[in-house]
């Protein structure tokens, strides 16, 4: 018999309401729908930080409530989980998996699809685009017209303590968050540890 046969019958772990809540949760799929509607909406709303539309209020209002209520569902399930047991994957190709691995890799995958798209984007305007310099050199720049150029983001960001202090609070964020991650892990996997600590 697999430790998958001898963990629980169930792979989400036993339902009965006494021995907690099951582990998994449609919440955080409610919560990005709340948020996909707000950021569509307040969209909506400005222009270039102008307000130019009321219209939209309401449904960004709908937006928010829709995340509160996926936060409060979530939060809910969460406190009832005493930890006494780790849910499994059932499908293919994860099945007999620990739901949290699986959720790990698929954190990891996604942050190699964000940030992979957002390098590749730069690199192609970086080589697709000619530069402002050597447009300028080759005197094709001509004072107040439009030119189609590219700056090197070097240029901007070391021109303003106002461009560099969010790409810095943003590093060091993914830094903080990336380290929060391991060390949730490492405590969850602990088991000589209270359950108070462990909370």
């Known amino acids: 018999m697999s430790s998958y046969d001898d963990h629980h019958p169930s792979g989400w772990g036993p339902h009965d309401w006494g021995h907690g809540a099951p582990h998994n949760s449609w919440s955080p799929l409610i919560m990005s729908i709340g948020i996909g509607v707000f950021l569509f909406s307040v969209a909506g709303v400005y222009e270039w930080g102008e307000f130019i539309d009321a219209s939209y209020i309401g449904v960004s209002i709908a937006g928010l409530a829709i995340i509160f209520i996926g ?84 240029h901007l960001i070391a021109s303003s303590w106002f461009h560099l202090a969010p790409g810095a609070i943003n590093t060091f964020a993914l830094i903080i968050s990336s380290f929060t991650i391991v060390q949730a892990l490492r405590y969850a996997g602990m088991l000589d540890i209270d359950e108070d600590r462990r909370r």
């Open 71 to 154: 936060l409060t569902v979530w939060w809910r399930q969460d406190y009832t989980f005493d930890g006494g047991y780790e849910p499994r994957s059932m499908g293919t190709p994860f099945r007999g998996i620990e739901v949290r691995k699986v959720a790990v890799w698929v954190f990891l995958m996604s942050e190699m699809m964000v940030f992979t798209s957002l390098f590749s984007t730069y690199m192609r305007y970086r080589f697709g685009i000619e530069s402002c310099e050597s447009v300028f050199m080759s005197g094709e720049w001509v004072e107040g017209s439009s030119v189609t150029c590219f700056e090197p983001a070097g």
